[in-house]
């Protein structure tokens, strides 16, 4: 696709617009990067430093902010004493393997549900992704009671399967879009030259790579910062980051600097994993929208 | 190497049949041409062969065994898609290679039969490029290079050449056609070009509405269709129809039209009289079979010239016969002029008849 140039006239009203553009943007980047900045920042301070806040008024005062000894003792703190450890390993196993699962079952649903036509189709499809329709909190009791009696409850397998649950009808709709834009005739080739189904089925995968790359992505995203699955079927012995740092709220003490530390803790990895995979992210979620 | 016998053999799509009892053999090394209008079923043909889709009825082997059930792989086929499908992640090299690869030939086996393919094929520079980056023609190349490299019993073309520019086409044509001279395999190609089919196969099966209309070699096909359909398709510029009636008169059969009162010959008037009972009939007559002139000679009857259209090396002229029209291939330095009259004379010794109702071909 070209790109095309956009064009423009100078008149005074586009003048203006072009100032509150400018100004609407330094307000937006403000808002969005000074929370994330304020936990960045308290995480390294002492909790007297990190309290330390200009009058109103005192623009000078902002200094304040940049006024301090960095201190790793809150992160000290988390892992040390806190067993953050083991929560973040929690974390990161419940999304990568709910990540896993979900493409793996979603792509050769999808795969099957491109490929193939049988009565009914449609309503399956849509059934799928029916069962995302209801709000997450709406089925939680009855779920909690299965997983209760399958055992299922406090363990990462069980937490594992929820998040599938609720990524899987997303994998099936997002790839079977990729795989709808795979022309048969690849695979048809494939099977000429003496694949299988099964191995002309694999060797598509590459082209639906940008596909499942930007799924892997929210799902893991979805299970990283998913707060209520956690808490409830994986309390106790699934605990994961979210669930951990909001248990630092306790009622006598609240430890703001390990809460900012775990955040930034939380954060990281996935700012990390935004950046690693930005490329594939765009087109992933623009490819089967856009046809060139 | 494998012969091919297709046997009475159905395609349904749902209620719809695409082919109806086609039968049709296919000697080893032979190149055989499946021609007809796109819908024709020839392609269903082709992917049946292929073992893309079921056969809904009757039996297809090669050679003696019956292939109905056997999944693509075990066919020892290689096709070459209308649309090359390529794999776009793969390189040129890769793409030829896949097949071997599949069948778990040995790495130095590869190379070597894949770099021959593509000197053959002329693309032997190109072995580290992906698909994208190849024009039209070096992708259909690539795409024949990777049924080659197989050394397959069968190769099946899906109208391998439709998409490249006419220039192209014409020259992918001879090649096509020597290199399967050469390898000697066994070759069904569809198309719906009848130039192609005319110029490269062996035999040509002409197919319309799922069912075979003729079988025959190109002169066979081009000089005695068995009905106007097949006359009608194969040919370009096509063939002339003009509704005609057979009078007798003093004991010879007429040819009667508005314009013209000619005799048939008498061993055209014997078949008629064995095989005909109506007086209506239509007859074909090919561009190139009609003669224009400014001048009238002994035979010739009066038209008017509608439009001249010089193409190169020859001219064709839109002649008015009364209410028909009627084309003709000419000299390119005919020197007609539009709306002028002129007379034509038509090549007994090659029209054909056909029956007004069915359209099947007297002579």
């Known amino acids: 696709m070209a790109s095309k140039d956009v064009v423009e006239y100078a008149s005074p009203a586009r003048r203006i617009a072009n100032v509150a553009v400018v100004v609407f943007l330094a307000i937006y980047l403000l808002w969005t990067i000074l929370p994330i900045f304020v936990m960045f920042v308290s995480s390294l ?36 004493n806190l067993n953050f450890g083991v929560y973040f390993f929690n974390s990161v196993a419940a999304a990568l393997g709910s990540a896993v699962v979900s493409v ?45 009696s399958l055992e299922l409850v406090g363990s990462l397998w069980g937490l594992i399967l929820a998040y599938t649950t609720f990524n899987l009808p997303f994998a099936i709709w997002i790839l079977k879009g990729f795989f709808d834009n ?43 910062n998913d707060f209520l699955f956690a808490s409830i079927i994986g309390s106790g012995g699934a605990k994961t980051l979210p669930v951990a740092t909001k248990e630092l709220v306790q009622p006598q003490n609240i430890q703001w600097g390990s809460i900012m530390a775990a955040g930034v803790v939380t954060t990281l990895p996935m700012m990390f994993l935004g950046l690693l995979i930005r490329r594939y992210l765009v087109t992933g979620l623009t490819m089967g929208a856009v046809r060139e | ?15 719809t049949a695409a082919v109806k009892e086609l039968h049709l053999e296919v000697a080893d090394g032979e190149f055989v041409a499946v021609l007809g209008p796109s819908g024709c079923g020839k392609s269903s043909t082709l992917r049946m062969l292929a073992g893309l889709e079921h056969i809904s ?3 297809i082997r090669f050679g003696s065994k019956r292939i109905n059930d056997l999944p693509p792989r075990d066919r020892d086929i290689a096709m070459v898609f209308e649309n090359y499908a390529l794999y776009p992640h793969k390189t040129v090299f890769d793409n030829m290679a896949n097949p071997l690869k599949l069948r778990g030939v040995e790495r130095s086996v590869i190379e070597d039969r894949v770099r021959k393919a593509a000197a053959i094929l002329e693309i032997g520079h190109l072995l580290d490029r992906r698909p994208g980056e190849l024009s039209g023609g070096q992708k259909q190349r690539t ?8 050394e397959p019993a069968l190769f099946l073309f899906d109208e391998p050449i439709a998409h490249l520019d006419a220039k192209l086409r014409a020259h992918m044509r001879g090649e096509l056609k020597l290199m399967q001279r ?113 001048v009238q000679s002994p035979d010739s009857f009066g038209g ?44 007994r010794g090659r029209w054909h008849l056909f029956g007004k109702d069915d359209g099947v071909a007297l002579f």
């Open chain 2, 1 to 15: 190497m494998a012969s091919v016998s297709i046997d009475k053999v159905w395609k349904y799509y749902g209620q």
């Open chain 2, 182 to 294: 050469r390898l000697g395999t066994t070759m069904i190609y569809v198309t719906h070009d009848q130039l192609e089919a005319l110029s490269m196969a062996d035999r040509i099966a002409v197919m319309n509405d799922g069912v075979l209309q003729q079988l025959g070699t190109p002169r066979q096909i081009y000089d005695h269709p068995v009905n106007a359909w097949v006359a009608g398709f194969v040919g370009e510029p096509p063939i002339n129809f003009l509704d005609c009636r057979i009078v007798e008169e003093n004991g010879e059969l007429r040819l009667v039209h508005p314009s013209f009162n000619l005799a048939l010959r008498p061993e055209q008037a014997a078949i008629v009289r064995e095989r005909y009972t109506q007086d209506e009939v239509r007859m074909g007559i090919r561009p190139d079979q009609v003669a224009i002139s400014t």
């Open chain 1, 45 to 80: 301070k002492d909790l007297l430093e990190a309290f330390r806040i200009p009058a109103v008024g005192d623009w000078s005062g902002i200094a304040l902010f940049f006024d301090f000894q960095p201190t790793f003792k809150h992160y000290t703190n988390l892992f040390v």
């Open chain 2, 57 to 59: 009825a009757g039996e």
């Open chain 2, 304 to 347: 008017q010239i509608l439009v001249t259209e010089p193409i190169g090396g020859d001219m064709l002229v839109d002649v008015s016969l009364g209410g028909d029209k009627v084309l003709v291939k000419t000299r390119p330095d005919f020197e007609g002029r539009m709306d002028s009259p002129c007379y034509l004379t038509l090549d």
């Open chain 1, 182 to 224: 795979v022309p048969y005739a690849i695979e048809e080739a494939q099977m000429v030259d003496g694949a299988t189904r099964l191995q002309a089925f694999r060797s598509i995968l590459p082209l639906v790579a940008p596909g499942i790359g930007a799924f892997l992505v929210l799902c893991v995203l979805f299970a990283w």
């Open chain 2, 143 to 150: 795409a024949i290079g990777r049924a080659i490299v197989r």
């Open chain 1, 104 to 148: 793996t079952l979603g792509a050769t649903c999808a795969y099957a549900l491109s490929r193939t036509e049988f009565r009914g189709k449609k309503d399956l499809f849509f059934w799928i992704i029916s069962t995302r329709m209801a709000p997450v909190v709406a089925v939680m009791v009855p779920l909690y009671a299965i997983f209760r």
